[in-house]
């Protein structure tokens, strides 16, 4: 089945440090989104990415579209405390397929 | 609008009970999704409907999974006969399909975690 490949399951940075993050996958998908997860919560929508390509920033984030639809990052500058959560990217085959989710990245800040 | 709503929160229940889980979504949305997810995994698909007609089921829900959407409008999950295996959190999500090109943006409710003993 397809799959969203996330790694490593874990990482810790300092205060005011940038991270990217990589999704990965052997298939071709048609939308990216990036969702934040906080303990005891659902996932919420960070970024939404349509067209191979593309930039998209939402403040201090900013996400891109991979060129061969494989694959997208996520961008976060000068993190925060707030900024620890679990971080998903989902992406898409279709307007009718079903949203696959990587198994997410858990971000840590050290003041 | 306050967002997808669910409820309980949290169900903690013994082996062999039943559970129905109720999920509220964005007035204005055709779409209603579940999802499961289990700890250190991301949001698994369930089932989706558009309106009130259920479109997929996924292989993971088995038999004594239903999932209903009465009227278009809330929907409700129901597992029969539970199982230790069936402790995780379950996810609604709603969105509003607009075109076949428009994008199918899901917001998801803080989720119905259930505890079976």
């Known amino acids: 089945g397809q799959q969203l490949n996330q790694s490593p399951q874990s990482m810790f940075i300092q205060e005011g440090e940038d991270v990217s993050m990589n999704c990965t996958s052997s298939s071709i998908f048609n939308t990216w989104l990036w969702y934040k997860q906080d303990p005891g919560e659902g996932p919420v929508l960070l970024i939404a990415?349509?067209?191979?390509?593309e930039l998209t920033s939402n403040g201090r984030l900013t996400a891109q579209f991979g060129i061969t639809r494989k694959d997208s990052f996520l961008n976060i500058s000068a993190s925060i405390p707030s900024d620890v959560g679990i971080y998903f990217c989902?992406?898409?085959?279709?307007?009718?397929?079903?949203?696959?989710f990587g198994k997410g990245i858990t971000l840590s800040v050290r003041p | 609008d306050t967002g997808v709503s669910q409820n309980p929160r949290h169900k903690i229940t013994k082996r062999g009970q039943n559970v129905t889980f109720r999920c509220d979504p964005i007035?204005?949305?055709?779409?209603l999704y579940w999802y499961r997810q289990t700890l250190g995994q991301g949001p698994e698909f369930l089932t989706y409907f558009q309106n009130e007609a259920q479109l997929e089921k996924s292989r993971l829900l088995s038999d004594r999974f239903s999932a209903e959407r009465p009227k278009g409008s809330f929907s409700t999950l129901e597992i029969q006969r539970t199982e230790q295996g069936d402790s995780a959190m379950y996810l609604c999500?709603?969105?509003?399909?607009?075109?076949?090109?428009?994008?199918?943006?899901?917001?998801f409710g803080a989720g119905s975690r259930l505890t079976v003993l």
């Open positions: 989902a992406a898409y085959t279709g307007a009718n397929s079903k949203l696959t």
């Open positions: 007035s204005e949305h055709n779409r």
């Open positions: 990415l349509y067209k191979a390509g």
């Open positions: 999500a709603s969105s509003y399909k607009r075109n076949r090109a428009g994008a199918n943006v899901l917001t």
